[in-house]
T-cell receptor, first 118, second 113 residues
Framework: GAVVSQHPSRVICKSGTSVKIECRSLDFQATTMFWYRQFPKQSLMLMATSNEGSKATYEQGVEKDKFLINHASLTLSTLTVTSAHPEDSSFYICSAPHAGRASTDTQYFGPGTRLTVL | GENVEQHPSTLSVQEGDSAVIKCTYS??????FPWYKQELGKGPQLIID?????GEKKDQRIAVTLNKTAKHFSLHITETQPEDSAVYFC????????????FGGGTRLMVKP
């Protein structure tokens, strides 16, 4: 299957600082990537859709000025959590669809990034 | 939009027994149904998927069934092993919706040795 990587795998930062998380599709190109956050014992919540060459699409309730998304190339999307606060502590996961023979692409997920804001 | 419900939220089975997880979806336009396994501290891994033109798909100990009329789909794991213990998520994708997944709430499966 296709491989999606994330970096860093975990990060601890002080309140008020910004943190950048990278999501890369290693062996395929992705014009679209998705960013999720997951709280303990809960399902994945879609935050935004990252689009190569255009602005990201944010889900209702997600602050676009706080969670900056840049789809820099066909294999890289970044999520920057600006002015992080303890309530931003969560598990952030990205995914990328990989084109197959069927009409709907299969989504492959990265390993996730554990963000802890002190 | 699509809504996916998943049951049960937790499931405990004895090693060697079968486990069944059920999901329902609301929008008949959904045409792709993947299942993901998530181990603690890791990202979800695709374990099996089914498309709306198929009623059943099997891969070794794992099978998925789809009932389009009832808008149900289920994951079946036979001969469970302790390493099957994880959280399992079902999802649905609406046709022409840009590959966006709608997840169920997840099922925590515990396989007791």
């Amino acid at each position: 299957g296709a491989v999606v990587s994330q970096h860093p795998s975990r990060v601890i930062c002080k309140s008020g600082t910004s943190v950048k998380i990278e999501c890369r599709s290693l062996d395929f190109q992705a014009t679209t990537m998705f960013w999720y956050r997951q709280f303990p014992k809960q399902s994945l919540m879609l935050m935004a859709t990252s689009n190569e060459g255009s602005k990201a699409t944010y889900e209702q309730g997600v602050e676009k000025d706080k969670f900056l998304i840049n789809h820099a190339s066909l294999t890289l999307s970044t999520l920057t959590v600006t002015s992080a606060h303890p309530e931003d502590s969560s598990f952030y996961i990205c995914s990328a669809p990989h084109a197959g023979r069927a009409s709907t692409d299969t989504q492959y997920f990265g390993p996730g990034t554990r963000l802890t804001v002190l | 939009g699509e809504n996916v419900e998943q049951h049960p939220s937790t499931l405990s089975v004895q090693e060697g027994d079968s486990a069944v997880i059920k999901c329902t979806y609301s929008d008949s336009a959904s045409n792709y149904f993947p299942w993901y396994k998530q181990e603690l501290g890791k990202g979800p891994q695709l374990i099996i998927d089914i498309r709306s033109n198929v009623g059943e798909k099997k891969d070794q100990r794992i099978a998925v069934t789809l009932n389009k009329t009832a808008k149900h789909f289920s994951l079946h794991i036979t001969e469970t092993q302790p390493e099957d213990s994880a959280v399992y998520f079902c999802a649905a994708v609406l046709a022409n919706a840009g590959n966006m997944l709608t997840f169920g709430g997840g099922t925590r499966l515990m396989v007791k040795p």
